[in-house]
Structure formats: C-alpha cells, structure tokens
C-alpha cells in the first residue's frame, strides 16, 4: 500500500454534490476548498469522479484458514479494495471454524500481515457450527469479535438463540442470524414455484427463510439484544423486518446485490454460477426488496462474497456448491438500482454497515474534514462489462458475467494508503 503524504485531490464530488479539491494531510481529510483554488506540487487530477466514503461489508467469505484454493485474506481483501471496500467482516465457516479467542486472534493476525483492507473477524455462534453448543462468545468479544453468526448454517434451535442473543445483550454484540429453518427448507436446491417446476430441482420455500426470521425477532425483543438479518430475500421477510421496527425492537437487515437484481429466471437456466443461498427468488420478490433498501426497512447491502474454485462451480447444479463473489461488482449493482442516489448509496454500503458492526469510529466516517482519509472514488460513466477473469480475487463465479454497468470503484485510500487504484490516479500506487 502506498501512502499518500500529503496531497490534493482536486475536482471530485463527495456524494455527487459539486466539486471540491481535497486536501489530505497525515492521513487526514484536512480541507475541503473550491475546486480548483488549491495550489499544490502534488496534485491528483479527479475531475469527474464521485468521492464516496468507502464501504464496508458485514459478510464476506475470505475461506482462510482451510480455503485457500478458493480466496485467501490477501486475495479477498485485495477484491474488497478493488470494489471501494476499507472494512470486510470475515465470516467464521472457515477451516477451522472461528468460534474461540484463539481463532479470532489467527484471523485477525493474518489480515495484519496480508490484508489490504481492515479484517474484523465474525465468531461463530455455536462450536464448529455444528448447532449443538454455544461457543464461548463473551470470551470472542474479549478477543475482538463483535458479530457473531453461523453463516452458511441456521442456528435453528430457539434456546441456543436466546442464549446466544443474552451473551449479546451483555457484551455489546449482534448476533447475525442465516434464516433457514432446516426441516422446512430440506434439501432445497432453487426457489420453490416456477423455478423448481420447470427444472425438477428440489424446490427451496421462502416460509424457509421467514419462520426462522419471525422467530428471532420476537426472542431479539424479549433479551433486548441486537439481530441482524443476513441475506434477506423474499417480500414476507422484509414485511416482518418492517413490522419488527415498527415495534421498536433491535434489529438490522442486509441484502446483498446479487438478491436485489437477479431473479429466479436465471436460475431456472441451471447454470451454477447462479446457485446461491437463500436461492435467487421472483421477480415480486425483487421488487420488495428495492423498496425495502430505499425506504430503510433494510439498513445496509452486504455482499455474501462467496467464492469457490472452478471446478466446483463446473459440476451439475446439485453437486455444486452455493455461493457467488460480489465485492467488486456490489458498487455497479446498488447504484444502478438505487439510481445513483450517492448519499443513499453511502448509508446503505458505509454509513450503516459500519454502525450495525460496531466500528463507526473508524469506518464509513463523514467526508469531512479531520475525518481520516478513507474513502473510495467513482467513475459515475465508466461503461464496463463484468469479466471474470478481470478480478483482484481468486475464483471467478460472478453471476453478473457478460453485464454492463454504468459505475465502477476506481481507487481506494484507507486512511491515507492507497489500496486500490484501478484509474491510475495516484503515481507509484500498485493497481
């Protein structure tokens, strides 16, 4: 990472709004001036670009320890930066799975060592995943973790949820819940209706996904501890969001880019790279979803980064695994649906994310000045069509392949270190 020093960025649009030279200073925003009216040796030419501050992802898969061969920290974070990302929480299905201090600690070294975005590692509920137990999560905390969840796998057993939800309530953490009741989804492969008719795959009911939600609402209630939806994915869902805040009672949602633009149209073509979970569902669905992020029923898009190697993703649709990358596709796909509404878009990808995972001291700050130069710039006309072999990471299974977008990340600085810079803004910056 190269430091910036100190600078100017001269000519961007924080938030779309008019331009402004950015003066950046020890890793510092120090001013922000009238366009053009500060002199400077060390110029960087912005004109045209949108300033954002970057995003930070509440759910992203980075597979280390025990993935390697589909991301590693340094890959994955390396894909975060690309995509405008200063902050990722690591999710815990690594092998061995994050759920004691220990692990917390392993994960948290690593990305000192190798990461090019800020790694807060996410403990797992219960030990080894496995549903059975509660892992020792006041001691994680201790260590440094402040999100829990079993991602990939559901805590369905009710009393676990309400024990793990009081350790939450004690220490200050959330418990970030994936919502499929294991009896009612089965072994669901692609959303249940037209999708599982017309393939004959095992269909995947949305009442899955939002009996598990109205019960973790009503127990987040009773121990006044913070839930967090992943993944939300069906309109029944994002009513009992809705409904559940109505009430006053402590809980966030997510959705992720690839729910709020694909339907299960693709999916019913049975190509993988399309397999995800909770699956890809209707149209009717998509739509509520759209609504629910402008209208702040869901708090924040967090991408579900999963990546798997190819030959994984090349097996038939049953033999292969669910997942798809997304970080460095997630800016293109919200600010088309939320029609490049850039102060929206920064609520919904730094702002919010960043106060939902406990970090907003250091993340998704204003852009302002003594605030720490973090933030991403935006091509707002860069026309790119989605190439899988065109990543920072290391698989390749975008659902988005062969799609055209309108905006893309071209550079990113955390606190002052250049992590990413596609455009080539910055000399001596590595792209």
């Known amino acids: ?6 600078v100017v960025l001269s000519g961007v649009a924080p938030l779309g709004g008019d331009p402004v030279d950015v003066v950046v200073h020890d890793g510092r925003i120090a001013e922000l001036r009238p366009a053009g009216t500060t002199p400077a040796p060390d110029r960087v030419d912005g004109e045209g670009l949108v300033l954002l501050p970057a995003f930070v992802d509440l759910h992203t898969h980075l597979r280390e320890p025990g993935g390697e061969e589909a991301e590693t920290i340094a890959t994955g974070t390396a894909a975060a930066a690309a995509g405008g990302y200063s902050d990722v929480f690591a999710m815990a299905n690594c092998s061995p799975v994050t759920d004691s201090p220990e692990r917390v600690a392993h994960v948290l070294g690593l990305a000192e060592r190798t990461a090019s975005a800020r790694v807060h590692a996410v403990g797992a509920i219960t030990e080894g995943l496995a549903g059975q137990r509660l892992a020792p999560l006041a001691a994680m905390a201790e260590a440094g973790a402040r999100m829990f969840s079993d991602d990939g796998r559901c805590v369905d057993d009710p009393v676990l949820v309400r024990e793990a939800l009081a350790v939450a309530a ?8 994936h919502a499929q009741c294991g009896r009612l989804a089965g072994a669901g492969q692609i959303n249940a209706g037209p999708a599982a008719e017309q393939t004959g795959l095992p269909p995947w009911p949305s009442t899955g996904e939002e009996t598990i939600v109205a019960r973790d609402v009503v ?27 109505a009430q006053g009672w402590p809980v966030t949602a997510e959705v992720t880019p690839h729910h709020l633009l694909l339907t299960d149209t693709e999916a019913a073509t049975e190509q993988t790279r399309y397999k995800v979970n909770p699956p890809l569902r209707s149209a ?17 898009v967090a991408t579900d980064h999963a ?34 509404d850039w102060a929206l878009v920064a609520e919904r990808m730094a702002h919010a ?15 302002a000045a003594g605030e720490p130069a973090t933030f991403t710039l935006v091509h707002p006309r860069a026309r790119w069509t989605v190439d899988p072999a065109d990543t920072a990471g290391r698989s390749h299974n975008t659902p988005f392949e062969g799609l055209t977008f309108t905006h893309r990340p071209v550079a990113t600085v955390v606190a002052g270190h250049v992590t990413a810079d596609r455009g080539g803004l910055f000399p001596g910056s590595t792209r």
């Open 1 to 6: 990472m190269t430091a910036l020093g100190n």
């Open 170 to 177: 004690r220490t200050g953490t959330v418990i970030a819940q």
């Open 219 to 245: 127990l987040a209630a009773d121990a006044g501890a913070a839930l967090h939806v992943c993944h939300v994915s069906t309109a029944r869902t994002v009513a009992l969001v809705r409904w559940a805040k």
């Open 284 to 300: 009717q669905d998509v739509a509520a979803l759209r609504e629910a992020l402008r209208d702040g029923t869901i708090d924040a």
């Open 307 to 340: 990546p798997h190697p190819a030959a994984a993703k090349a097996a038939d649709w049953c033999g292969a695994p669910f997942g798809m990358t997304g970080l460095e596709t997630a800016l293109a796909v919200v600010a088309e649906v939320l029609g490049a």
């Open 353 to 367: 994310p960043a106060r939902i995972g406990g970090i907003a001291g250091v993340a998704g700050r204003p852009l």
